[in-house]
């Protein structure tokens, strides 16, 4: 799970994508023009693939304000699709090592 206390990529993400996974599940955080509008752009994807060789029907995303709220927002957001897909992330994990 990701613990909102030390996640604070803000600053990073307005400059690079940022990226890591929990468990099978995979996700970036980028900055994205939405309207004429700077979000962030969070999305998830099962493993073993990265992000450019995972099909597009194979992830999600939502868009957040870019601000400290946003940060936040994609962390609850990352945290429910953790759990509420737990059993397609443990699936992922078997065939990374396939």
């Not at 990701?2 to 690079?16: G, R, S, V």
């Not at 709220?69 to 953790?82: F, H, R, T």
């Amino acid at each position: 799970m990701i613990d909102k206390e030390t996640f604070h990529p803000l600053n990073y993400i307005k400059k690079e994508e940022y990226s890591g996974s929990m468990d099978g599940m995979r996700y970036m955080l980028k900055k994205a023009k939405v309207d004429e509008e700077d979000k962030i752009r969070v999305t998830i994807w099962p493993e073993p693939l990265g992000f450019h060789k995972t099909a597009e029907e194979e992830k999600q995303w939502i868009d957040v304000p870019l601000t400290a709220e946003g940060v936040e927002q994609a962390a609850d957001w990352l945290n429910e699709q953790y759990e509420s897909q737990k059993d397609r992330w443990k699936e992922s994990m078997k065939k990374s090592w396939v």
